[in-house]
């Protein structure tokens, strides 16, 4: 199955609540597929409602969707330093991101606290004004 097919799928099961579980399973079976196509899809327009859709698909109740979704927050993390998008996309992703923070564990949350101040230090966050 190719990127675009896994996305397009990932897309249509987002839209409808009452398959969560279906999107659930579906996220667990594409992770590396996902995982290799959101840095360049989540700089587009919609890259927050992907980024949502992602995160529905990684429940909080198990540990490997736990390890799964700090993979994609950091990978998005990543992605928002080093490309420039508008200020009112960038909100959109980090906000998001943002509702998630309190479920991570503390190491990673340091981790990322640290390089995202390293890289407005190191003046290489591609984001900041």
């Not at 540990?63 to 993390?77: D, H, M, W």
């Not at 998001?96 to 101040?117: A, G, T």
């Amino acid at each position: 199955m190719g990127e675009q097919q896994v996305f397009s799928e990932l897309i249509e099961l987002g839209r409808i609540i009452s398959k969560r579980e279906e999107l659930q399973e579906y996220c667990n079976q594409q992770f590396p597929m996902i995982l290799k196509g959101l840095p360049r899809r989540i700089l587009h327009s919609g890259g927050e409602c992907l980024l949502n859709t992602i995160l529905h698909g990684l429940p909080d109740n198990l540990p490997e969707s736990s390890r799964n979704k700090a993979k994609v927050i950091e990978l998005v993390l990543e992605t928002m330093r080093k490309e420039s998008t508008s200020l009112t996309h960038c909100s959109g992703v980090v906000s998001r991101l943002c509702i998630e923070l309190p479920k991570q564990l503390v190491e990673d949350l340091v981790r990322w606290c640290n390089d995202s101040v390293q890289s407005i230090v190191d003046d290489n966050d591609e984001n900041m004004m």
